[in-house]
Nanobody
Framework: QVQLVESGGGLVQAGGSLRLSCAAS????????MGWFRQAPGKDREFVAA????????YYPDSVKGRFTISRDNAKNTVYLQMNSLKPEDTAGYYC?????????????????WGQGTQVTVSS
């Protein structure tokens, strides 16, 4: 059974940093792209970052570019999201996901495995 377990969320002041981790179990995902999405109450799920299967290509929306960094360790079947210069508008539940494809993609429908999420709250 495939499981994705996120960790590292919490409460942080604006300007602070957090590092999220997502550990996968049940099968290896070294040939799959992986991504992070977030969802705030009352809002749609939003793409945050993606990384291709080898870790050589990443993709970010303008809202987090330059502040967030996605990385992966295929030996540990784990993907990370380093979040710096956090803003109150970054407050949301953060979800990792595994893509059907090897590339880094920003499209929700290309991901077929999802974690349960970890809450990030940024105070002003």
């Amino acid at each position: 059974q495939v499981q994705l377990v996120e960790s590292g969320g919490g409460l942080v002041q604006a300007g602070g940093s957090l590092r999220l981790s997502c550990a996968a179990s049940g099968r290896t995902f070294s040939n799959n792209g992986m991504g992070w999405f977030r969802q705030a109450p009352g809002k749609d799920r939003e793409f945050v970052a993606a990384i291709n299967w080898s870790g050589t290509s990443t993709y970010y929306p303008d809202s987090v570019k330059g502040r967030f960094t996605i990385s992966r360790d295929n030996a540990k079947n784990t993907v990370y999201l380093q979040m710096n210069s956090l803003k109150p508008e970054d407050t949301a539940g953060y979800y990792c996901a595994v893509s059907r494809y090897r590339d880094a993609t920003n499209t929700y429908r290309t991901y077929n495995y999802w974690g349960q999420g970890t809450q990030v709250t940024v105070s002003s």
